[in-house]
């Protein structure tokens, strides 16, 4: 069975730094995509950032810059590094992981979910 367990959230200044860790277990997935979605409250779930195997990268224009994400395929471990965090980058932060060769941002997309982790950002 599949599972996703975030961390790393919590609270922070604006002008801040978080790393967000994701641990994969139930299989190997070193040629899946692994992503970062969040959801502000009253908004809907929005693409942060994904990483494809070997080490492609794609990010939401809104992090561009601020946001790294990266994998350790030994540990079945995906990251998401933070900086420069802004107030709006509030959210709960989630893990996703789908097969495949191709991005999709939409959530719908992918087959695997963590529980989430917060990330509120004062200003």
């Known amino acids: 069975q599949v599972q996703l367990v975030e961390s790393g959230g919590g609270l922070v200044q604006a002008g801040g730094s978080l790393r967000l860790s994701c641990a994969a277990s139930g299989r190997t997935f070193s040629s899946y995509i692994m992503a970062w979605f969040r959801q502000a409250p009253g908004k809907e779930r929005e693409f942060v950032a994904a990483?494809?195997?070997?080490?492609?990268?794609t990010y939401a224009d809104s992090v561009k810059g601020r946001f790294a994400i990266s994998r350790d395929s030994a540990k079945n471990t995906v990251y998401l590094q933070m900086n420069s965090l802004k107030p709006e980058d509030t959210a709960v932060y989630y893990c996703?992981?789908?097969?495949?060769?191709?991005?999709?941002?939409?959530?719908?997309?992918?087959?695997?979910w963590g529980q989430g982790t917060q990330v509120t950002v004062s200003s």
């Open positions: 996703a992981v789908r097969t495949g060769l191709w991005v999709p941002k939409s959530p719908g997309e992918y087959n695997y």
């Open positions: 990483i494809t195997w070997p080490d492609g990268t």
